[in-house]
């Protein structure tokens, strides 16, 4: 070294050359990793997804150096949709490209495929030669737990159907009509939703099934089907190409009107931006739900990175949006990349079988020695990724929030969050909240098919359908229950009053439609055909459906028919006529005292004066004079005593001996008659002329009853006489009879239905009162066949 200026050159440079080497982008002495990618680049999701998995290898190993590197081998299924029922796996692209990368590359792992009857394939395959199969993307038919080898890098279809639930139960809607595509894809959710709905005590009364290979009248044919039903809320589960067809046919078909609810689930609302501005104008009012993605900083700058990346790669093609599929694409990379640098490699990577003379070609693949310990690796792995907390446990991705959104305008608006702790809310995480909500309110405005902001009803008339026979009672009085009219250029039935309105409010309270029309008990010129029993009758004679109005539940009925609950107060008690009330007589103050008391009282005022003047005009000079001052006096001295204001003065011990006994007895019949009288100003005078009704039995009196009413049975079963009863028909009869009374061609009482004596009593409180006792009887209620309606009608 004779320069030490090149000497110190040199070592500048060699170290140089240790900083710079591994700035290439590959470390030379990084143990290589094969994995297989099998994606659909005939999809904009194959396509999003290549773009992001290349950029996650870049990123992965941009800043470190690691002891393996996986080397990605890319296959195209190109739009395999080919069904092991109808081709069998043998001639699935997918598993033909897995032979392929297993056979002959070797690989360690597969990425994909992306459609669900693909999956089910190479899954099969990863099975039996124990190589991990990672798929970024919904596979509902597919479950991690019957499969080893099989893990799902998206969110499972269990939680999707918990939030479309969650908005069923929102808006009250009872049933729900399944549309799904039919392929394992389709009909994969189909199960989880089921359970979602039962949870929440949802109906689901039909399953609308559409092929891919549907042509646009088949479509047509279904939605009309659909049409004819009553339920008006649906669930799509769908890819893009096929709903796109759908939607543009449920327009045309008039069902994305006002009164229609349809709910599309995450991979068609997440893949919104891709269809055409056709469908997203016949798309108007739908809702989706679709997994959250919460923004950060890396987020955005990988956007932009993404967008000029994949006009580089694809300069033909139209812009396309980064989607959920490509960010879970771009995670699950870095997952498997993380999961093999942590293992490690096994040397050789796979075990070769023993040859036999009739070995197949998935014999002679042999068994990979990296893929069990590597299949337990990614299958419990955690970090934050771009699309947030990327959580597998258990071969399944844990799930996050949903968003739910509204399509209007050109695209789509966010509505509200649903997540598996709150439930339904406006923000992600609620302030305050700790409770689960399914309440409609936690949502922003929703505008509704046919540009609507009505809430639809989730039901409506179907176009056809048999109309429920409802027989009612026919009667002259008591209107206030039951009336029925006929409208003569219609010639409709009108039926109104109390449990009508009660009848009405119940089918409009129903989750579903229920068709009726009333037809009276009655004969030819409009009269009563007969009892209640009679009428109840009809009902196990077939003539009506069920039977509404003021029929009582009576044990003897139920033999033939079912009643609902009551809906009315129960009992049976009886009216009678209340004595004057005589507050009003001006001679009032005379009733206190009895006539014979007010005679007593008037002899000892004379006596006493009497008394007095005997003992007094002798030895007193105020009590002499002329004749008729002296009887003048013995009237004046009782009155002035009476009120304490004499002024004569007694001198005789005999004379004040009668005064004190006389004043004692002012002051007992002062306050007697005070009381008495306050009582009779102040307490209700009103008393029943009868207040017990055994006391009818006794005076053999009359009595009164409604017509058609069960009381004669009842009244004859307390022992009455059957030919002392009286019908009537009206409140105004009721009235006449209780005024004429039992001996003048009416009766001292009438018996009747709490529910009638409330009303009655309400025009007439001062002329009659209910006495008791109260006897049971169970109230108003619906009558229908055995176990047609159900008791919570």
Known sequence: MQNPIFFGLYVVLFIISFCIAPLDGENATA?????????????????????????AIEDFYANHNYSTRIVTHLRNSKSDDVDAASAGKFNCLAFTAAIDLLKNVQVQAILGPQRST???????????????????SSTPSLSP?????????????????????????????????????????????????????????AFVPYQSIVSPSATDDQILQELYKLKTMQTRVFVVHMLPCLASRFFLRAKEAEMMTEGYAWIIA????????????????????????KAHIPKSNELDYFTRRWRKKFHDENPDMDR???????????????????????????????????????????????????????????????????????????????????????????????????????????????????VYSTDKDDLTAIVWPGETGVIPRGWQMPSGGKKLRIGIPVKRGFSEFVKVEKDPERNEVIATGFCMDVFKEVINALPYFVSYEFIPFATYDGHSAGTYDELVYQIFLKKYDAVVGDVTIVANRSRFVDFTLPFTESGVSTIVPIKNDERKNAWIFMKPLTKDLWLTIGGFFIFTGSVVWVIEHRVNKEFRGPPSQQIGMIFWFSFSTLVF???????????????????????????????????????????????????????????????????????????????????????????????????????????????????????HCRKYAMVGPTYKAAGFGFVSPYSQIPQSF
Request: aromatic content about 10%; glycine content about 8%.
């Open 145 to 201: 737990k019957e499969s080893g080898y099989f893990i799902r890098s998206a969110q499972c279809s269990s939680f999707q159907a918990k939030a479309i639930a969650g908005i069923v139960k929102a808006f009250g809607w009872r049933e729900v009509i399944f549309i799904y595509q039919d392929n394992n894809y389709g009909s994969g959710i189909v199960p989880f939703l089921t359970d979602a709905m039962l949870e929440i005590d």
């Open 31 to 55: 143990v290589k990793v094969d994995v297989g990618i099998i994606l659909d680049l005939d999809t904009r999701v194959g396509i999003i997804s290549r773009t992001c998995m290349s950029m």
């Open 320 to 434: 396309l949006d980064l989607n959920v599929y490509g960010l879970l694409a771009y995670d699950t990379v870095m997952a498997l990349a993380t999961a093999v640098d942590k293992v490690g490699t096994v040397v050789p990577q796979f075990k070769k079988p023993v040859t036999r003379e009739n070995s197949t070609d998935l014999d002679a693949i042999g068994t990979s020695n990296m893929g069990p310990t590597l299949v337990e690796s990614v299958r419990n792995i955690r970090f934050k990724g771009l699309s947030g907390d990327f959580h597998i446990t258990d071969g399944q991705l844990q799930p996050s929030a949903y968003e739910i959104v509204n399509v209007i305008g050109k695209g789509e608006r966010r509505i509200g969050y649903w997540t598996e702790q709150h439930g339904i809310s406006k923000t992600i995480k609620p302030h305050g909240k700790a």
């Open 118 to 136: 693909q999956a089910d394939f190479v899954i099969d395959l990863g099975n039996k030669v124990k190589v991990p199969i990672i798929s970024p």
């Open 266 to 289: 995450d991979v068609l609302t997440s893949l919104l931006d891709s269809v055409d501005s056709m469908v997203i104008d016949a798309m108007q009012g739908v809702i989706g739900v």
């Open 645 to 763: 204001a004499h002024k004569e003065k007694v001198v005789s011990n005999l004379s004040r001996f009668v005064v004190i006994v006389w004043v004692f007895v002012v002051l007992v019949l002062t306050s007697s008659y005070t009381a008495n009288l306050t009582s009779m100003l102040t307490v209700q005078q009103l008393q029943p002329t009868i207040t017990d009704i055994y006391d009818l039995i006794k005076n053999g009196e009359y009595v009164g009853y409604q017509s058609g009413s069960f009381i004669p049975g009842l009244l004859i079963g307390m022992k009455f006489d059957g030919s002392k009863f009286r019908n009537y028909s009206t409140y105004e009869e009721y009235d006449e009879a209780l005024s004429r009374g039992s001996r003048n061609g009416g009766v001292a009482a009438i018996v009747d239905e709490i529910p009638y004596i409330r009303p009655f009593l309400a025009k």
